[in-house]
């Protein structure tokens, strides 16, 4: 059982508790520990408002693992957000290449810019223009068949390696609409 209580002092501690009666002697008796579980119960409450940021964050966001066995970088995961703008899952896309999703051509430029986040250790950031046909849930805004995204991506150290890149990208159409319109 997980009970909230407060010291003397105030301070409110998280602390799981276990007993059982016994009998000792003539008289019964309560065996049991009491265990300070506030790190882990913050730690768990943290996580969760991180996941739920994740999967509630307008923009695209990703997760890509990098393996250093193999030398490649692998999608970890997605929010829906990606889901929805790209019409790929997670399922679709947990651990694939960059280039076995995309193509050679495109997957080796995502996978440049990925290896040079991951040398330098050093946030990127980069727009990316596409052929609507590689976005199947967007059309192009202002007829000219590209799809305009901008994405920043982070490198993520784990115990002084880089482990993961974590990326997000925005859809910047209506940005690059009211620009091209402005310039005619």
């Not at 209580?5 to 009998?23: C, K, L, M, P, S």
Request: include cysteine; aromatic fraction near 8%.
């Amino acid at each position: 059982m997980h009970v909230r209580v407060t010291r003397t002092d105030g301070e409110q501690r998280w602390v799981t508790a276990q007993g059982q009666r016994i009998q000792q002697q003539d008289t019964q008796v309560v065996r049991g520990y009491v265990q300070d579980i506030t790190a882990r119960k913050e730690r768990m409450n943290a996580l969760e408002q991180i996941e739920t940021l994740f999967e509630n964050a307008q923009d695209m966001l990703f997760i890509i693992e990098y393996s250093t066995n193999n030398d490649e970088f692998v999608v970890k995961r997605v929010n829906h957000a990606f889901q929805s703008a790209t019409g790929l899952s997670n399922d679709d896309l947990q651990g694939k290449t960059p280039q076995a999703l995309f193509g050679e051509a495109r997957g080796q430029k995502i996978e440049d810019k990925y290896r040079r986040c991951l040398e330098t250790g050093q946030s990127l950031h980069y727009e990316e223009t596409l052929a609507e046909e590689h976005v199947p849930h967007r059309d192009s805004p202002i007829d000219d068949g590209l799809v305009y995204w901008e994405t920043h991506i982070t490198p993520v150290k784990m115990d002084g390696d880089v482990d993961w890149i974590v990326g997000s990208t925005r859809d910047v159409n209506e940005q690059k609409r009211r620009q091209q319109e402005l310039e005619r």
